[in-house]
């Protein structure tokens, strides 16, 4: 962990998320693309083969596939060593909100309804949850020295 930056830190499962949702819309856009070029080109009496081109589309498609879960078992793996992290702090609140965030990637506006918190204060418990996360990642490292 960066040790200056919990909040950076604890954000990489947010931003590794988001590429798995782009990446699956990117593969899904294009499987219908392909889907529907080939199925074109089976309504066609066509005396040429297209084969080839489109077994080339297919293992781009397959590789792009295998890319993308790779980056789900590493948002996995992330979460997995987050969450042993996040259970180190002694405080439960700190804990229930910085999972609440960056593990379950709810709102600040979710997590107050959730916790029955005005918004305002849940800022502010975020805040210390940051404070309380890094000096427990820090007395960890210490103690594993």
């Known amino acids: 962990m960066r040790e200056s930056d919990?909040?950076?830190?604890?954000?990489?499962?947010?931003?590794?998320?988001?590429?798995?949702?782009?990446?699956?819309?990117?593969?899904s856009r294009l499987r219908a693309s392909i889907d529907m070029r080939v199925s074109t080109i089976k309504a066609d009496v066509v005396q040429e083969s297209h084969t080839g081109r489109y077994d080339d589309r297919y293992m781009l498609l397959v590789e792009?596939?295998?890319?993308?879960?790779?980056?789900?078992?590493?948002?996995?793996?992330?979460?997995?060593?987050?969450?042993?992290q996040i259970d180190m702090m002694d405080d439960r609140l700190s804990r229930i909100i910085?999972?609440?965030?960056?593990?379950?990637?709810k709102t600040f506006e979710q997590i107050a309804e959730?916790?029955?918190?005005?918004?305002?204060?849940?800022?502010?418990?975020?805040?210390?949850?940051?404070?309380?996360?890094?000096?427990?990642?820090?007395?960890?490292?210490?103690?594993l020295k």
């Open 114 to 143: 959730l916790l029955d918190y005005d918004l305002r204060h849940i800022y502010k418990l975020h805040g210390q949850a940051l404070v309380g996360f890094k000096d427990a990642m820090l007395s960890h490292s210490m103690t």
């Open 98 to 105: 910085l999972r609440e965030k960056y593990l379950n990637l």
């Open 6 to 27: 919990p909040k950076s830190y604890l954000n990489q499962i947010k931003y590794i998320d988001s590429d798995i949702r782009s990446r699956q819309e990117e593969i």
């Open 64 to 84: 792009m596939v295998g890319t993308l879960d790779e980056k789900v078992k590493n948002l996995v793996d992330t979460k997995i060593r987050v969450s042993n």
